[in-house]
């Protein structure tokens, strides 16, 4: 029988740049493909340009890392046709899944996944875009983001944490500031002032390695 065949942007080893698994080495899978269009997206070669990789080079990759976790990412990884077979096929590995929100989370969270979920701002340009009902799903192991343009977004951002009391829900929060769109200083003046209790990201391989693909 025929294998599922993927298309992939790139492969590579890396440190993780964001979120609590920030600073964590591993291998990262960018699938080509996203039914967005941020205002501030730094992968836009990404949404047409890839490979095929069949399932088993895949897994033979995957298996040959000599990394406890895999990152999965795009693009927007949640719209590739037979993902969860390819999810389902990776074992004693630790899978980060990095998504844009607008598609239900529910059937990729798998007992090895965790689920970095983004809501967009209206900054992005993509708020009409996003999957509320996701906001239920997450479970504490996930992770929740948000990308912040400016003082509106982040005012959005904290209005709907707070209607949806989503502090008390156990997962992490992430709030970046979208460079060189906002001062990195400026969001987190506003996060200390409100004493908001989420985690302030910044993407730290752009600060090892520059604003380049591959890392
Ligand atoms: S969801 Fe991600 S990959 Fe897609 S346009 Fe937005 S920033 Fe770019």
Redesign the pocket.
Known sequence: MSQPIFLINEIFTSIEGETSYQGIPMLFIRFTG?N???K?????Y?YEEGKDYSLNNLLKIVENSELEFVHIT???PLIQKNLIELLKSIKEKRILIET?GSVDIRPFQLENTVLIT?IKTPG?G?ADKNYFPNLNYLRESDELKFVITDKNDYLWAKGLIEKNNLLERGFVINLSPAIPNLKPSLLADWIVRDKLNVRYNLQIHKFIWGDRRGV
């Open positions: 996203c967005l269009r941020c501030y997206c730094d992968t836009k990404a795009g693009g927007e844009n983004d992005s993509g």
